[in-house]
């Protein structure tokens, strides 16, 4: 069973940055397409940014240029690097892994490809 667990969330001020983190446990890492979505109070959970098993990269248009997806295949990790935070990127980030090995956009961005989900990690930017 695949685990996935977030960390790297927390209070940073408008034009700061974070770095989240999530660690994915279970079968072969490097196998998985992985994504972040995110979710703020009374809203959708909404795609950010994902990366293929080719480590192709895809973004939202409103993190475009300011988020960075990476993953470390040897440390079974995903990050998402975070620069010029906006209050409006205030939500709780979740980790998504699936077994998917292509690399359309159409399926990478959405939600319901991933199958396997983190807890999530709260980022709050103040004003």
């Known amino acids: 069973q695949v685990h996935l667990v977030e960390s790297g969330g927390g209070l940073v001020q408008a034009g700061g940055s974070l770095r989240l983190s999530c660690t994915v446990s279970?079968?072969?890492?490097?196998?998985?397409?992985l994504a972040w979505f995110r979710q703020g109070p009374g809203e959708e959970r909404m795609f950010v940014a994902a990366?293929?098993?080719?480590?192709?990269?895809y973004y939202a248009h409103f993190v475009k240029g300011r988020f960075t997806i990476s993953r470390d295949n040897a440390r079974n990790t995903v990050y998402l690097q975070m620069y010029a935070l906006k209050p409006e990127d205030t939500a709780v980030y979740y980790c998504?892994?699936?077994?998917?090995?292509?690399?359309?956009?159409?399926?990478?961005?959405?939600?319901?490809?991933?199958?396997?989900w983190g807890q999530g990690t709260q980022v709050t930017v103040s004003s």
């Open positions: 998504a892994a699936d077994l998917y090995s292509g690399d359309s956009a159409y399926a990478l961005v959405s939600r319901i490809t991933y199958h396997d």
């Open positions: 279970g079968r072969i890492f490097s196998s998985y397409a």
């Open positions: 990366i293929s098993v080719n480590s192709n990269t």
